[in-house]
């Protein structure tokens, strides 16, 4: 168990429909990271936060949207959705930015779009 | 971030050690090399990271070469859980902090 935990484990939701998947990251962790895998694609970097502001954008969608709470869980906002959204979605945290740090990653949450 | 070449696929006996290459010639001085591994669809699971010198944790070594580009992940008594996905990642320094994933090696542990 990393102590990353994600919800929900499985969705499945139509095309065109919006979804929120939220990570709680390890107690003590200031560093949020969406990463999506799909079958074609491999492990894609989304976004990092830290601290609740942005630090780094990868290939997100613009339908895509994320946030860090003061409380510092994340949520993963997908709207519009497609078929080509299926994917694992993993949320990883770290303790701090810079190098030297591991980051530890949840168990993900499955989407799939119908 | 320096990109990485890892073998495809490797199959090692159980109880054996485990020996997976990286090769990383674009290395930077300040970047650290780091291990996962992802077991089927879980999430990534981190190994090892160093930056020079030879590194050892519960899971496993981790072997740098003095020039830096190359590294090889010691998985010292093999079982069948390793079996799995292993990604070998150089980190860039401050200010990029995302790891970049290659497409990995897949290490299958025979019986």
């Known amino acids: 168990d990393s102590g990353v935990t994600q919800t929900p484990k499985h969705l499945i939701t139509a095309t065109g429909q919006r979804v929120t998947l939220r990570c709680s990251p390890r107690s003590g962790d200031l560093s949020v990271y969406w990463y999506q895998q799909s079958l074609d694609q491999g492990l894609q970097f989304l976004i990092h936060y830290y601290n609740g502001e942005e630090r780094a954008k990868g290939n997100i969608l613009e339908r895509f949207s994320a946030q860090q709470f003061p409380d510092l869980h994340s949520e993963l906002n997908l709207s519009s959705l497609e078929l080509g959204d299926s994917a694992l979605y993993f949320c990883a945290s770290s303790i701090r930015t810079g190098m030297n740090t591991e980051a530890f990653f949840g168990q993900g949450t499955r989407l799939t779009v119908v | ?111």
Request: glycine share 6%; with cysteine; charged share 20%.
């Open chain 2, 1 to 111: 971030d320096a990109k990485t070449t890892q073998p495809p696929s490797m199959d090692c006996a159980e109880g054996r050690a485990a020996n997976l290459p990286c090769n990383h010639s674009t290395i930077s001085g300040n970047e650290y090399v780091y291990w996962y591994r992802q077991i089927h669809s879980q999430g990534p699971q981190y190994i090892i990271h160093g930056l020079k010198n030879n590194e050892t944790n519960e899971m496993a070594s981790l072997i740098i070469t003095e020039d830096r580009k190359s590294s090889t992940l010691i998985l010292p008594h093999a079982t069948l859980r390793d079996t799995a996905v292993y990604y070998c990642i150089v980190r860039a320094n401050f200010g990029n902090e995302k790891l970049t994933f290659g497409t990995g090696t897949r290490l299958t542990i025979i019986p």
